[in-house]
């Protein structure tokens, strides 16, 4: 179930919210939320529930040992991680080792092909901060698998994150307090997650899909350029606009998620870019794995080696893929240079240019990142780095669609652009009752749009629940 669907929309979020709220007692909305997230999981894949429920088991008792014996508590900890991160690499990766193990012997892969389960990374992921937080002492040790339960399973957040740490969640598990301020903002942030995702997401998602999937004859190096750019849109607005979804449904229930993105298109060096982009995934990276590694505080070599582990883990995180080690390989060494180097010269560029710098890198990466075939990588970087010329007569007879959907391209670019935030806190700041008159009247509009947007289009699927 995705949140841009019919279903989700006109039954299963409305049923949540009456049956929700129409008691008061926080142990009773908590098993009406606990109930609906699993649910929802099970909507797709109803068996790999048990998955679910098992891998919060083994975090429950995990902390429940480490509470109990608190001098045998790494045991507890790395037994733990041992088997959640084992139940991630068989379900996950299991198949692309066979797979070119058997090519690289030159022997038939007789392993049966594993299905992936629906946002086994995002709640693995969780699970390992609550199991690793408890042994560090940062969190107490929650005594109630239920609550534990919620937490893992909590359907706002639960296929395609953010990630959500405990510590943020902690105190609102048992004790949260839902205000009309808080539902009124969720209901806000949600609608305007879902714009993103089915007005400029699937919107430039129709010019990647035409381009790539087209004649590269056709198609020239202007063109492979455009098709960058717009998978580039595409992979923003599908992710940040679920990530505005999950924060939205989150606060109307009384649960504050830390944001996840914070305009990164408008990022000043790669370094500054992960700083804004997908921030509970690279956060987590530097706390789980790359500070307990020696973070900087080692020898250069060893501090490059660092820096190459933990982007190799990032981009084999995303899909078993060779293009995902690539792509994080290619950033941990753009980030290596940056920081030996780049950094202090790109201070001295004026900041448009640090912009255009960040931007190239980051498109040529989404590059990698989209085509999970290597010679369809191949292909598309050649083709934009050869200077091929365009078959524009041919490409407006053969396919008049095309144009109709670059309208989204410029409509994205413009929604990337910096400092509507700050617009908008400044009007609100000087005629508080026009900004919030107009910020209804939008939000309706943009609401009534997107209906319009669900009922008259099939094309749907989020970028993430695939990872």
Request: some cysteine; charged content about 15%; hydrophobic content about 55%.
């Amino acid at each position: 179930m995705v949140f841009s669907s019919l279903t989700f929309l006109f039954f299963f979020l409305p049923l949540t919210l009456l049956l929700c709220f129409i008691g008061r007692n926080r142990v009773y909305r908590n098993i009406v939320l606990l109930l609906a997230s699993l649910v929802f999981y099970s909507w797709g894949e109803p068996r790999y529930v048990l998955l679910l429920l098992a891998t919060a088991l083994i975090a429950w008792l995990a902390g429940l040992l480490m509470g109990r014996f608190p001098e045998r508590k790494k045991l507890f900890m790395v037994l733990a991680a041992v088997l959640l991160v084992g139940d991630l690499a068989v379900f996950k990766y299991l198949n692309f080792f066979a797979v070119n193990l058997s090519a690289l012997l030159g022997l038939p892969n007789t392993l049966r092909q594993i299905a992936l389960p629906i946002g086994i990374s995002f709640f693995t992921f969780q699970i390992l901060s609550y199991v690793i937080d408890v042994y560090r002492g940062k969190v107490a040790v929650q005594k109630n698998y239920f609550r534990l339960l919620l937490y893992v399973s909590f359907f706002p957040q639960l296929i395609a994150g953010p990630i959500v740490r405990y510590e943020t969640v902690e105190r609102e598990l048992a004790e949260r307090r839902e205000t009309l301020e808080d539902a009124f903002a969720g209901a806000a942030r949600f609608i305007v997650g879902l714009a993103k995702k089915l007005i400029l997401a699937n919107g430039a998602a129709q010019v990647v899909d035409v381009i790539y999937g087209g004649s590269p004859a056709l198609y020239g190096s202007a063109m492979y350029w455009l098709a960058a750019v717009a998978y580039s849109l595409q992979i923003y607005f599908d992710f940040s606009g679920y990530s505005d979804m999950a924060i939205g449904l989150g606060r109307i229930f009384g649960f504050h998620f830390l944001e996840n993105f914070n305009e990164p298109y408008a990022a000043t060096s790669v370094t500054d870019f992960w700083r804004r982009w997908h921030v509970s995934l690279s956060s987590w990276f530097r706390d789980y794995v790359y500070i307990p590694l020696g973070g900087n505080r080692v020898s250069k070599a060893r501090w490059m080696l660092n820096l190459l582990v933990v982007w190799a883990l990032t981009g084999f995180w995303h899909g078993a893929e060779w293009n995902f080690l690539l792509w994080g390989l290619y950033y941990g060494l753009l980030l290596m240079a940056e920081k030996l180097a780049l950094l202090r010269f790109l201070d001295k560029l004026p900041g448009l240019l640090r912009r255009v710098y960040t931007l190239l890198l980051v498109v040529v990466g989404w590059v990698i990142f989209f085509h999970t075939d290597l010679s369809g990588l191949g292909l598309a970087l050649g083709q934009m780095f050869s200077f091929a010329p365009t078959r524009w007569q041919d490409l407006l007879f053969s396919n008049t669609a095309l144009f109709k959907y670059l309208l989204y391209i410029p409509l994205g670019i413009l929604c990337c652009v910096p400092g509507w935030k700050r617009l908008g806190a400044r009007l609100k700041a000087r005629a508080p009752l026009a900004a919030r008159l107009l910020g209804c009247l939008a939000l309706a509009a943009l609401l009534l749009l997107c209906l319009a947007y669900v009922l008259s289009s099939s094309y749907n699927p989020f970028i993430y629940f695939r990872f």
